[in-house]
């Protein structure tokens, strides 16, 4: 926006103008019906050209702001998450059929909201469940407890949901199902909550100070810049065993801390 004020043609344009307006302005001061008309008009064409000055700059910002918006694939936004914009993740689950892919703390909403969904899911499309490793790097600096401090919450919150989402779902992996239903634990410093469902994706920043619950949402499309990203990142965790650890591997490091 700034090179857009000091480019030297708009202020060319907006300086020209001035002085058709100054001079119309002379003219009409001149007297006669003559010179009222001609001045008249000078000062018409003046303010007419600024109208079209400020009619075309916003154009263009507002132009760009949909092209940005076009180009990364956003298509809504919201000031929190999780329960409160439920039936948003609703509509899409309900006609999910390709893949739901679902990054996060210790999702302690997901699991009381969809306990009862888990096996339907996995009916219908490919499940890839990433949990935030509780007892990476080390059980008394864990990422999970940083996190617990940075959000205000008890110390511990994190892993407590962690091993009570694999109590209850973790069956889920070895049993038999229409598709592929997987849960991992990330050993890398969280930076998004993620939520795909085909061919859209929640996603959000995590943020210092409060409940990851109540920062922005933003869902953005297939075929936008965005998505890539994301499902890259999500994939490149997913897929790295530097990066991500099964239930069984995570378990057996369990047994061996206690």
């Not at 809504?76 to 439920?86: P, Q, T, W």
Request: hydrophobic fraction near 40%; charge should be positive; glycine fraction near 8%.
């Amino acid at each position: 926006m700034n090179k857009q004020i000091f480019n030297p043609t708009y202020w060319v344009y907006i300086l020209v103008h001035g002085i058709l307006i100054l001079v119309g302005y002379c003219v009409v001061l001149a007297g006669g019906p003559i010179k009222t008309g001609i001045g008249s008009s000078l000062v018409a064409a003046g303010v007419t050209g600024w109208v079209v000055f400020v009619y075309v700059f916003l154009s263009k910002r507002i132009s760009k702001r949909v092209q940005i918006v076009t180009d990364f694939g956003l298509t809504d936004a919201f000031a929190v998450r999780s329960v409160r914009i439920k039936a948003e993740y609703d509509r899409r689950l309900q006609r999910a059929h390709e893949a739901i892919d679902v990054m996060g703390f210790g999702m302690k909403t997901l699991r009381e909201d969809y306990r009862d969904e888990f096996a339907r899911w996995r009916e219908r499309a490919n499940v890839r469940i990433l949990l935030l490793h509780p007892l990476y790097p080390d059980a008394a600096h864990s990422y999970a407890r940083q996190r617990d401090t940075e959000e205000r919450d008890t110390v511990g919150s994190i892993a407590a949901n962690v091993n009570r989402f694999l109590e209850e779902i973790g069956p889920l992996v070895a049993s038999s199902g229409t598709h592929r239903f997987d849960i991992r634990l990330y050993r890398c410093l969280p930076s998004v909550n993620v939520f795909r469902v085909d061919d859209e994706m929640f996603w959000g920043p995590y943020l210092v100070g409060g409940q990851s619950r109540n920062n922005p949402t933003f869902i953005v499309e297939r075929g936008g810049k965005l998505f890539g990203i994301l499902t890259a990142h999500f994939d490149a965790i997913w897929n790295d065993p530097e990066l991500s650890v099964s239930i069984t591997d995570y378990l057996a490091q369990t047994q061996t801390v206690q």
